[in-house]
């Protein structure tokens, strides 16, 4: 049975109810989840025993905090995912733009409300998600936008003289007044805006341009920035950044597993209006091994980094390449290759911010070597050292293939049985004997070619054929 939530403050009064401030709730609902084992951030991975510990405490410790991290570190999940730690319900004064405690007013407007009705005084509950409020910070922000300003059209309708407090109009710090405020990229916030938030962090209250009010405000505030720009030298003030109370760093993940994980819980693939996905776990781990070893590349600019969305966007096109081969080659299946990887470069260039070395020599170019040699790791890890002789003898004894991104797997498992040992290296690099589908045949061969081109043992020309080492 539903519980019905009380209508009015005096029915409000007579059920018991007790307010709390943000902080206090966040910490006891924090608490009930670690008593009852619960997942903190669902979907959150690799920041078990990192950045989640560390949340934790800032939150048990009532702080506000700022996450640091590089683009494509879960930042904004995690922040989202705050409003779970909120009340189901919490209840104001019906109409107020600040939400007003029934109990405890802040602006005129409550407590007008409340002189005037009393415990008939009209209530809404805000459900948890509507007490999260975010926003981005750009060079543009105001301190109307944040505080708020005079609203010469409410003093015109209501008759309100201008220095009346009922012609405010509130900016989205008041309005996140008893719940959660978020602000991505602090330090792109003009400095004057970042004076505007001393008080707030410091005394918890704002002041509203030139009127003679001062409103205690009961929110937490929580951040982001990229650790490049959070210095002083970057373009945080100094007493800003002494004003919060955490400082928790984000990071990529650490393990492949963990990587590969994120991409499958993120990427689209499962296209319910075409024909069934079946993506191979080494198509999966060369994607993600792209992103780990562009994060040691050093003519890629490891300060804006390599963010997980891109793995998980060269999976969608992985995909997608696969499926456009499958809809004109009628084949029953979707069964990316390595060639797919390579197809979906335009996936990778664009994710890539270059030092000077890599603009001399190209995005196109260092996404390629990126693919090849995240082949060669993936082949490496699965099939080191296996006896591959007979599959390089043949190219060594004058032996080519050409295998297309469009030709039909059956087609190229045909082709693949012309080189000696080479379906049979399949099973090296895990695909079990009783897995007879041609794609994944098809798949399978492409990684094993692929990682002897990566040990210099045969080479691979941009069209995607095969042939002897380059002397």
């Known amino acids: 049975m539903t519980r019905t939530l009380p209508p009015t403050?005096?029915?409000?009064?007579?059920?018991?109810?007790?307010?709390r401030t943000v902080r206090d709730e966040?910490?006891?609902?924090?608490?009930?989840?670690?008593?009852?084992?619960?997942?903190?951030?669902?979907?959150?991975?690799g920041y078990e025993d990192t950045v989640i510990p560390q949340l934790a405490n800032a939150i048990l410790a009532r702080h506000d905090f700022i996450l640091l991290g590089l683009r494509g570190q879960a930042k904004s999940r995690i922040l989202r995912q705050l409003a779970d730690l909120l009340d189901l319900h919490m209840p104001i004064i019906a109409g107020s733009e600040v939400n007003d405690d029934p109990l405890a007013p802040i602006s005129k407007f409550g407590r007008q409300m409340v002189a005037e009705h009393g415990d008939d005084t009209p209530l809404e509950w805000l459900e948890r998600d509507q007490r999260y409020l975010e926003k981005l910070a750009t060079p543009d922000v105001t301190i109307a936008d944040m505080i708020g300003d005079l609203d010469p059209i409410k003093a015109a309708r209501g008759g309100y003289l201008l220095s009346d407090e009922l012609t405010i109009h509130y900016g989205i710090l008041p309005r996140a007044n008893r719940g959660i405020f978020a602000m991505n990229e602090l330090p792109d916030l003009s400095p004057r805006i970042q004076v505007g938030l001393f008080n707030i962090l410091e005394e918890g209250d704002v002041q509203i341009k030139g009127y003679p009010v001062r409103m205690k405000l009961d929110v937490v505030i929580a951040f982001t920035a990229n650790?490049?720009?959070?210095?002083?030298?970057?373009?945080?003030?100094?007493?800003?950044?002494?004003?919060?109370?955490?400082?928790?760093?984000?990071?990529?993940?650490?393990?492949l597993d963990t990587g590969v994980a994120i991409t499958a819980q993120e990427a689209w693939v499962d296209r319910e209006d075409c024909r069934p996905v079946t993506i191979p776990d080494f198509v999966r781990e060369v994607a993600e091994r792209i992103a780990?070893?562009?994060?040691?590349?050093?003519?890629?600019?490891?300060?804006?980094?390599?963010?997980?969305?891109?793995?998980?966007?060269?999976?969608?096109?992985?995909?997608?390449?696969?499926?456009?081969r499958a809809i004109r080659q009628k084949e029953d299946a979707v069964i990316p290759r390595i060639g797919d990887i390579y197809a979906s470069l335009p996936a990778i260039t664009g994710k890539l911010e270059l030092e000077y070395e890599g603009e001399l020599h190209g995005a196109a170019r260092?996404?390629?070597?990126?693919?090849?040699?995240?082949a060669g790791a993936t082949f490496d890890a699965r099939a080191g050292g296996a006896d591959l002789d007979s599959v390089v003898d043949y190219f060594e004894g004058g032996g080519v293939m050409q295998v297309s991104e469009d030709a039909a797997a059956a087609a190229c498992v045909q082709g693949f049985r012309q080189v000696p040992g080479l379906l049979e290296a399949t099973e090296l690099v895990g695909l079990a004997p009783a897995e007879s589908e041609d794609g994944l045949k098809a798949a399978a061969c492409e990684l094993v070619l692929e990682g002897l081109v990566a040990n210099r043992r045969i080479s691979r020309t941009r069209g995607g054929g095969y042939r002897a080492a380059t002397p």
């Not at 260092?366 to 995240?374: N, Q, Y």
């Open 9 to 19: 403050l005096g029915r409000l009064k007579a059920a018991g109810y007790r307010p």
């Open 26 to 45: 966040l910490r006891a609902n924090l608490i009930r989840k670690l008593e009852a084992g619960e997942t903190l951030f669902p979907g959150v991975h």
């Open 227 to 255: 650790p490049e720009d959070y210095t002083a030298r970057g373009k945080i003030i100094t007493p800003l950044k002494d004003r919060i109370s955490a400082e928790v760093r984000t990071h990529y993940p650490k393990v």
């Open 292 to 324: 780990f070893l562009g994060r040691m590349e050093k003519r890629i600019d490891q300060r804006s980094g390599v963010s997980q969305r891109l793995p998980i966007a060269v999976i969608e096109t992985v995909v997608s390449s696969a499926e456009r």
């Open 366 to 374: 260092i996404g390629r070597e990126l693919v090849s040699a995240a």
